[in-house]
């Protein structure tokens, strides 16, 4: 089975700008607890809610770009346990599915 199959079509993304604030917000929201953090359709990492309450910050002035981690992407075309190598490997619970684009 290839990610394609089994990905989430809906993409709710972060940009690096953003306080954490907004990006906890647009979590609670959206029932999520990551979000790849993009600009200009680049993926830079991902802001993870397990890395945003292991640290100490004022989340109204506090920037995603300084709590985002790295992360590797997935082609959608790759197979299931592909990905979860490199889930695994991440140490993360998804990461962002990415041909020429986010998709």
């Known amino acids: 089975m290839l990610i394609k199959d089994i990905m989430s079509k809906s993409i709710i993304t972060a940009r690096p700008d953003e306080t954490i604030s907004q990006v906890l917000s647009r979590m609670r929201t959206k029932k999520v607890h990551q979000l790849p953090v993009v600009d200009k359709n680049s993926v830079l990492g991902i802001v993870t809610i397990n890395k945003i309450i292991t640290k100490e910050f004022d989340p109204a002035t506090t920037k995603v770009s300084s709590v985002m981690i790295p992360t590797p992407t997935v082609r959608s075309d790759a197979t299931i346990e592909e990905a979860a190598e490199l889930i695994i490997s991440a140490n993360l ?7 020429r684009e986010l998709v």
């Open 93 to 99: 619970r998804a990461i962002p599915v990415y041909d």
